[in-house]
């Protein structure tokens, strides 16, 4: 059995780094669209048995029920901070389910089903922790594990070095995937340019919000606007599939 759980911060606090480029209620419909997009995504892979959406959004329970998901209300784990908030719900789904589980963010525009394919792929054939990098092959968009390659939560700066340095310490295998779905999680002013750039893949309700939309122009304008500060940074032209 394989399954997902997607963390979810609360919307009204959400994507607080994108203050300059969209109001407080601009960005919790962004935040939506986004999870929602993973959710429709994740409870439609036929290699998914399971999907749980964990968060003490208003609005989680709903959410989770529109793309058929289970709930669970951070609330009842007893625990605070994502990295302790994600352990304590691993315990449940590990001890109830076993098999596969993934554990991603809820913004990753650009997911598709064949991303999930591959993670599920790759952790069948390593046996061990899977990690999908961010753009900048620094932080940890999923992990994908089992019972045995269980990592450590290290979700935070630097987080995918974290991990592999924690699998390591246990023994388990590990292996880094970088695919162009898994990669573009939105924080900041540059996240949204490549967001902004790649619309054309990005999931139905993130499409539906900001192509062609006074929302989508505005953003695009203050993006690209002569004499802004968003620039490109410098990075590596080699990607992993």
């Given at each position: ?23 407080s ?8 669209a ?6 429709g ?5 036929p ?5 749980t959406?964990v968060?003490?959004d ?22 605070s ?33 064949a ?27 999923l ?18 070095a974290?991990h ?7 023994g388990?295998?590990c292996?880094?995937l970088?695919r ?7 924080d900041?002013?540059?996240?949204m340019?490549?967001?902004?750039r790649a ?22 304008l203050?993006l690209?606007?002569?004499?802004g ?13």
């Open positions: 059995m394989a399954q997902a759980l997607v963390p979810l911060k609360d919307l009204v606090q959400a994507k607080t780094r994108l203050a300059g480029l969209m109001n209620s601009e960005r919790r419909a962004l935040a939506q986004m999870v929602e997009d993973v959710l995504v994740l409870c439609r892979h290699l998914l048995e399971k999907v959406l968060s003490d208003p609005g989680a329970r709903m959410l989770a029920g529109k793309y058929g998901a289970s709930y669970l209300a951070e609330s009842s784990l007893g625990s901070g994502l990295n302790q908030v994600v352990s304590a719900a691993v315990d449940q789904l590990l001890d109830t389910a076993g098999g596969t589980l993934l554990v991603l963010h809820g913004d990753l525009p650009l997911l598709g089903a991303d999930i394919s591959a993670v599920l792929q790759c952790q069948r054939e390593s046996g061990g922790l899977v990690i999908g990098c961010d753009r900048h092959r620094r932080g940890s968009n992990l994908a594990f089992d019972e045995r390659s269980r990592p450590r939560f290290c979700f935070g700066v630097d987080s995918c974290a592999q340095r924690a699998a390591e310490q246990l388990a295998n292996s880094v970088y162009r779905g898994l990669a573009l999680d939105v900041e002013a540059m996240d340019l490549e967001l902004m619309l054309d893949e990005a999931g139905e309700q993130t499409g539906a919000l900001l192509r062609g939309t006074e929302l989508g122009k505005r953003i695009s203050a690209t606007a002569p004499g500060d968003v620039h490109e940074p410098a990075e590596e032209s080699r990607h992993y599939d």
